[in-house]
């Protein structure tokens, strides 16, 4: 009874986060299928008029598609831009407009003349479409000038992501008419609400990012703020690292304690994977994991590093130090990766662990994401004698209410519950039913984020034993954290 009071409270909380953003994903469905209908048909009215001989319409319709490109026209990219803007201000996401310059597009005009030039622009807005997504926007803005929409970003500097995918379209020849054309691209990068929050102002501060970009013969792209410039360019300097045939000697195994909150003794030790960099320093899991996944590194990462904190692990077991387990992050994408339990399996053998001290902490946006292949994969490692635990917050309404069908050892408390619990009165009541549910259940608790002393009186107070954050100690190398 007290069980199911505790997941009614509980779904209640997480239906209502699950509402607010299933909304949103709602409305920018709609948005998606209101774009494409329109273009759609516009260009279909365009063509008609044209036919028709109906110039009149058609020299109206010429602000709404691009008779050349076929692309949408000045007026239809003016309207989406702003229904942008109060979309982003409504939800809170960053928005990005890019313009992009064909280099010496008048020099190519000479040469080849209006209609194969014509021919250039139409392959240029083929390639640049490619590159975005269904929600974004392609529009040829003047004559050789494009601009593109970009509604909704995770972050601000993910704009240059789409720029990198739009420039390396450049580096391949444009065939026109049996010619191999060597063509390139300058992109001003102007980003909402850090570059302005109208149209206008975007607008403006894109181009003037784009007469930097060519400028400066270096730079192919420039974001107007420089500070996005500068974490831009730091990204691409760890993807050049990540790449690297030699990435895993640059790894070093950072630990982070958990501890037993009532006499701060160590229970676990979560062992954290940095790369150390002779230019950019020491970078965190935080500063590459990203990047990372889009390279396809994290589960050689991951591999490397339950391997080295296990041998680590065993010897303070030698000396005499004898934490109770081994925490790590995985998702719940590494876990279900085909070649995930031989290679758990392997390293347990090669070191001969046991592996009831091994603990790993699945993460996940969407636990009801391909759920059977996921309880499948918990039911193997559980099998292999692994501990387990999931991010309470990664489970979403639905979800939580099969917590009990999964062989689940404790249960990770998501640390922004605890680092706003000065913020949100509520959060309060949210990490006592948590508590709660741990305890009926027969799990182990485990609460993230615990910076400041009168958070973790508080954690006591609702009953939680064992804590990790910056109270307790901040992240050190593996080899001399127990010293």
């Known amino acids: 009874m007290l069980i199911s009071l505790i997941l009614t409270i509980l779904t209640a909380t997480f239906a209502y986060l699950y509402y607010i953003k299933n909304t949103h994903l709602k409305e920018l469905r709609k948005y998606t299928e209101f774009l494409e209908n329109d ?12 036919q028709n001989n109906k110039m009149g319409e058609a020299t109206a319709l010429l602000d709404t598609v691009d008779y050349v490109t076929g692309l949408p026209g000045r007026q239809i990219f003016e309207d989406r831009a702003i229904q942008t803007i109060n979309m982003s201000k409504r939800f809170g996401k960053p928005a990005g407009i890019l313009f992009v310059d064909i280099k010496d597009f008048s020099a190519w005009n000479d040469k ?14 083929q390639r ?39 420039l390396a379209k450049f580096k391949e020849p444009f065939v026109i008419e049996e010619m191999a054309l060597h063509v390139e ?83 676990g030790i979560k062992a954290i994977p940095y790369i150390q960099d002779i230019e950019l320093g020491l970078l965190t899991y935080d500063d590459y994991a990203r990047l990372a996944e889009k390279e396809n590194k994290l589960f050689d990462i991951l591999a490397w590093l339950i391997s080295r904190a296990i041998v680590q692990f065993q010897k303070w077991n030698v000396l005499g130090l004898k934490p109770e387990r081994l925490a790590i992050d995985v998702s719940a994408k590494q876990i279900q990766n085909p070649d995930f339990m031989t290679t758990i399996s392997n390293i347990l053998a090669e070191t001969h662990f046991n592996p009831k001290h091994l603990a790993f902490e699945v993460t996940a946006e969407n ?17 292999l004698g692994v501990q387990l635990s999931i991010g309470v917050f990664a489970l979403g309404h639905l979800a939580i209410q099969k917590i009990t069908q999964l062989p689940v050892h404790y249960l990770k408390i998501d ?45 006591r107070k609702l009953g939680f034993k064992v804590m990790q954050g910056k109270l307790f100690g901040e992240p050190q190398p593996m080899q001399f954290f127990l010293r």
Not at 224 to 248: C, F, G, S, Y
Not at 368 to 379: D, G, P, Q, R, V
Not at 428 to 449: R, S, T, V, W, Y
């Open 128 to 166: 640049l479409s490619v590159c975005v997504r269904q929600i974004d926007t392609v529009t040829r803005y003047k004559a050789d000038l494009f601009v593109i929409l970009l509604p909704q970003l995770v972050q601000p500097e993910m704009a240059a992501y789409a720029a990198q995918r739009m």
């Open 185 to 267: 691209a300058n992109i001003g990068i102007s980003v909402f609400p850090v570059d302005g929050e109208t149209l206008t102002e975007l607008l403006t501060h894109a181009e003037r990012a784009l007469d930097r970009s060519k400028a400066e013969t270096e730079q192919q792209y420039l974001f107007n703020d420089p500070n996005l410039q500068a974490i831009t360019e730091r990204e691409n300097k760890i993807v050049n690292i990540l790449r690297r045939p030699d990435l895993l000697n640059k790894l070093i195994v950072y630990c982070v304690p958990q501890v037993n909150a009532s006499d701060n003794r160590i229970i």
């Open 39 to 50: 273009l759609l048909q516009k260009q279909i009215k365009l063509e008609e008029a044209t």
């Open 367 to 383: 636990f009801t994401e391909n759920a059977a292949s996921l309880h499948e994969s918990f039911a193997n490692l559980d099998q």
């Open 415 to 459: 640390p922004r519950l605890i680092q706003t619990l000065s913020t949100y009165a509520e959060n309060e009541m949210i990490l006592g039913a948590l508590m709660d549910l741990a305890h009926n259940m027969g799990l182990e608790a485990i609460a993230e984020g615990v910076d400041e002393e009168k958070q973790k009186n508080l954690l």
């Open 112 to 125: 080849l003349g209006t209609e194969k030039a014509n021919l250039l622009l139409n392959e240029v807005a």
